[in-house]
RNA sequence: GUCCCCGUAGCUCAGGUGGAUAGAGCGACUGCCUCCUAAGCAGUAGGCCCCAGGUUCGAGUCCUGGCGGGGACACCA
């Protein structure tokens, strides 16, 4: 690439005045007029050098006057350098796309070392809401976006079907249970009240019969705890791949009990001469790796606190080998964060591992109402409900067009709007709209685009302003795909397409037939056309593998709903 | 009280390691289809970037202190 011979040049004028540790940019204006890269430079050499930034940079613009590629060099506003490159070489960018393709963008940051995703994680007491929606769109785009880092990547799902809450919805399927078979019962205290658990109930009657009527022991709850745990864990997973969300693991907590890892960790925490007995319970010094105090790990009636299967579930994680970790959680989870890592430094495993990414909340909203009701969940709207309301990939992407820190409001109008306000339909359209082009030229009997005629075009052609800033956009998304994974950060990717689209649909209107024919694509010049035709499937490589990111399809035609 | 996140256009939100005139979508207004899908494009209007200090050639961005909103602070998983 020409940006990195240009900021060597510069690196060695630096050098040369004596200053090497100078830092700088040199990248792609925001204003076109600024040129195809522009660089600061002489600014920041300015203090070092107690020179004027213009005079450096006018003498830099003079030094790298006859580097191969650029057509010229200005010195602009306050000592920028602003380089405009030959247009064969800005060009020459869309047959390094089409020669790529669907492995456009991906990079080798990962080097193929292993990473684990953990997100979702969902008690198996109920539905899916919108905040696990939320996260499985993040968890999973994150792992495709590390993926296209070059990361070998593991997605996990780890279930709590240990704990009190899964006795409350045994407890809570028994009493529904017997109301069907026309006993008067209370729904417990702290029991779930939706729908969904009369579903169940009634399964499990339809099941075993009458044989659990008039039994509320031991192993009646037992019987009801696995079934009502198989279903929802169920449920759980078909709402996920009706989501495009698959998992490698499914992780249980109970199993941390029955292989002996929790009771293993509490000797190993022993060991360290961390922990002290206080009030009958026994506890950790986490406060010794800056937790803000010290947690119980066994509690004064001999059970464990929901903080040792965590430490014992991470000692597994980095025992299996992953020494990089994510886990998407909600913001809620916050206060968890410290205590965990405290007690895996305890045991000798690095600050900070694992990493978090926590997210905020959503919320719906429908003509400027916030939902709230659902009959089937009792409270929540489910994710379900949503996905079947919108469609998958309308859900997935307004879930990750914000930034996971901050508050999310989903507008049920704008996600079932099919016109240009919906971002969704804007990228998938400019795509739909590029392809259709490629069609267009082979019904006229010319060849369409694909990547023979992308080797023999001539890109040099594509000198128009609107042509020119949609190639460098597309030149860009490798850099993109990198900044979005490297900070977990699905939301720039979705900014990024909608630029791209809105350059696409810039350049489609710029040169439709109506307006200005010789800007046209499929103009009768056939060195022109196919340079154009170019562009357009690199275009379209680029807005398909951005969607393939966000695990959303990228259709060739459009068929409006009416 | 302590900790985390947020505060940018009427609304919802973007704004790499500090850089040129702070952007997008929606909403409002004005134009553009005999001819590549108008599910689109072009343009206008709309801003004390919460406030006050500080760091420097330069701050929406970094530091400190406030104010406002949300969340977390259990021998609850």
């Known amino acids: 690439m020409h940006a990195e011979r240009i900021s060597e040049a510069l690196q060695e004028a630096a050098t040369g005045w004596g200053v090497d540790d100078i830092r700088f940019r040199l990248d792609r204006p925001k204003e076109p007029s600024h040129g195809d890269l522009a660089s600061n430079i002489a600014l920041t050499l300015a203090s070092r050098l107690k020179r004027p930034p213009r005079d450096i940079a006018g003498d830099l613009a003079e030094r790298l006057a006859g580097i191969a590629g650029v057509e010229r060099i200005e010195v602009a506003g306050p000592g920028f350098l602003n380089f405009f490159l030959d247009a064969g070489v800005v060009g020459g960018v869309l047959q390094r796309i089409v020669a790529a393709g669907s492995a456009y963008g991906r990079g080798e940051d990962g080097a193929g070392r292993r990473i684990m995703v953990e997100f979702v994680s969902a008690n198996p007491t109920g539905p899916l809401h919108l905040g696990h929606g939320r996260q499985a769109a993040l968890g999973d785009v994150i792992a495709r976006l590390l993926e296209w880092s070059g990361w070998n990547v593991h997605r ?7 704990g009190r809450q899964i006795t409350r ?64 864990r169920d ?5 996920l791949a009706g989501f495009n969300v698959r998992f490698d693991e499914y992780y249980s907590e109970r ?36 937790d803000q105090k010290d947690r119980v790990m066994v509690k004064g009636d001999g059970s464990a606190t929901y903080f040792l299967p965590d430490v014992a579930y991470h000692m597994s994680k980095w025992e299996r080998g992953f020494r990089e970790v994510v ?59 949503l996905v079947d309301e919108v469609g998958a990939d309308v859900a997935r992407y307004f879930f990750l067009m914000r ?34 082009l490629s069609e267009l030229a082979r019904e006229r009997g010319w060849a369409g685009a694909d990547s023979g005629l992308a080797q023999r075009a001539d890109t040099s052609r594509l000198e128009a302003p609107t042509e020119r800033e949609l190639i460098n956009q597309l ?26 689209a809105g350059l696409v649909n810039t350049w489609y209107q710029t040169g439709h037939p109506t307006r200005n024919p010789g800007l046209s694509a499929l103009v009768g010049d056939d060195e022109l056309r196919n340079a154009r035709l170019t562009l357009s499937l690199a275009a379209r490589i680029v807005l398909r593998n951005g969607l393939a990111i966000l695990g959303i399809e990228a259709p060739e035609r459009m068929v409006r709903d009416e």
């Not at 996990?156 to 240990?162: H, I, R, S, V």
């Not at 950790?284 to 790796?289: A, C, E, G, K, S």
């Not at 809620?332 to 405290?342: I, L, N």
């Not at 030149?475 to 791209?500: K, M, N, Q, W």
Request: aromatic letters at 10%; a negative charge.
């Open 475 to 500: 030149g860009e998304f490798p850099g993109f795909l990198r900044r979005a994974a490297s900070t977990r950060a699905p939301h720039v990717i979705c900014d990024y397409l909608e630029r791209t």
């Open 403 to 436: 930034r996971p820190e901050a508050h999310l409001t989903f507008d049920l109008d704008l996600a079932l709007d099919q016109s240009d306000k919906n971002p969704v339909y804007k990228v998938k359209y400019a795509h739909a709209r590029l392809c259709r």
């Open 235 to 239: 449920e759980q997973k078909r709402d």
């Open 156 to 162: 996990e799902f780890y279930f709590n079907d240990a």
């Open 255 to 290: 199993s941390l009990y029955s292989d002996g890892r929790v009771e293993a960790t509490i000797r190993a925490l022993e060991a360290t001469g961390l922990t002290y007995g206080h009030e009958g319970a026994l506890w950790l010094r986490t406060t010794r790796f800056g």
């Open 169 to 232: 919805l045994a407890e809570t399927v028994l009493a529904r249970y017997r109301q069907l078979l026309g006993h008067d019962e209370p729904i417990p205290e702290g029991g779930y009240h939706g729908e969904y658990v009369v579903e169940i109930a009634s399964a499990f009657l339809e099941r075993e019969g009458r044989r659990y009527e008039n039994d509320g022991g031991e192993a009646a709850l037992a019987a009801m705890r696995h079934f009502a745990v198989d279903v929802l």
């Open 327 to 385: 886990n998407v959680q909600g913001s809620d989870h916050h206060g968890t964060v410290d205590r965990v890592r405290a007690g895996l430094q305890a045991l000798g495993r690095p600050e900070g591992y694992p990493e978090y990414l926590l997210h905020q909340m959503v919320t719906v909203e429908r003509g400027g109402e916030e939902v709230r009701f659902s009959k089937r969940s009792g409270s929540y709207t489910t994710l379900a409900e």
